[in-house]
């Protein structure tokens, strides 16, 4: 099993930087990437960006390109978010996942095996 803890949401004015962590513990070792999605009421849950375990490989939404970057620091199994020039539209719960083996679909959440439990983002304009 494996646990994913998310922490560093809250309140941000447009134009901010808010900087989310995610720690995975547990039977980590057959990690092949980590994952950030996010979700508002009634809406799917979207893919933001992901990063592979190993070598580091970057994707990103287009619409926070140039804006976000994901890293990971595999020494402490911990994976951010550095979210800058905030936007009201990235309103929203963001989540942390993690997928044990190689696909395709990076984007695609049924891809990912474990989550976490979500932390809130609200950027004010």
């Known amino acids: 099993q494996v646990q994913l803890v998310e922490s560093g949401g809250g309140l941000v004015q447009a134009g901010g930087s808010l900087r989310l962590s995610c720690a995975a513990s547990?039977?980590?070792?057959?990690?092949?990437?980590m994952g950030w999605f996010r979700q508002t009421p009634g809406k799917e849950r979207e893919f933001v960006a992901t990063?592979?375990?190993?070598?580091?490989?970057?994707y990103y939404r287009n619409s926070v390109k140039g804006r976000f970057t994901i890293s990971i620091d595999n020494a402490k199994n911990t994976v951010y978010l550095q979210m800058n020039s905030l936007k009201p539209e990235d309103t929203a719960v963001y989540y942390c996942?993690?997928?044990?083996?190689?696909?395709?679909?990076?984007?695609?959440?049924?891809?990912?095996?474990?989550w976490g439990q979500g932390t809130q983002v609200t950027v004010s304009s």
């Open positions: 547990g039977r980590t070792f057959s990690t092949y990437r």
């Open positions: 996942a993690l997928d044990r083996l190689y696909g395709l679909r990076y984007g695609d959440p049924n891809e990912y095996d474990y």
């Open positions: 990063i592979s375990w190993s070598c580091g490989n970057t």
